[in-house]
């Protein structure tokens, strides 16, 4: 094993999980999932290292906004979680997952229109 993976050795993701709620619930569970989402754990650590580094560099109570931004997009590596904090979006709200209905106006047609044109 390379000298760089023989450091990691000694890591579980029970440890940094647990490093990851020393900030807050959902940095754990993003730490959680970061490592469910590779085919061996070991492979997630450097990811949830870096992730748990970005609390040093922007604080942990918006490193715990970004978890949940990132949990709900699906958002599970290093630099999606280090794009939403320099881009400052863990401070805006999520999209709504409902749609507006469209309102009724004269110019908006139907698919029943244009099978009418078809035919």
């Not at 450097?46 to 609390?55: K, S, W």
């Not at 918006?62 to 979680?81: P, S, V």
């Not at 904090?85 to 004269?106: N, V």
Request: glycine share 8%; with cysteine.
């Amino acid at each position: 094993m390379p000298k760089a993976h023989r450091e990691y050795v000694d890591w579980t993701p029970e440890r940094l999980a647990q490093w990851a709620s020393q900030v807050g619930p959902q940095t754990e569970q993003l730490i959680r999932a970061v490592i469910a989402a590779r085919p061996m754990p070991q492979q997630g650590f450097r990811a949830c290292l870096g992730i748990l580094r970005l609390g040093g560099k922007y604080g942990n109570d918006r490193l715990e906004k970004a978890a949940i931004r990132a949990l709900a997009i699906g958002a599970l590596r290093y630099k999606h979680i280090e794009s939403i904090l320099r881009k400052g979006l863990e401070e805006f709200p999520l999209a709504s997952s409902t749609t507006t209905p469209i309102p009724e106006h004269d110019n908006l047609r139907g698919s029943d229109y244009f099978q009418e044109i078809l035919t």
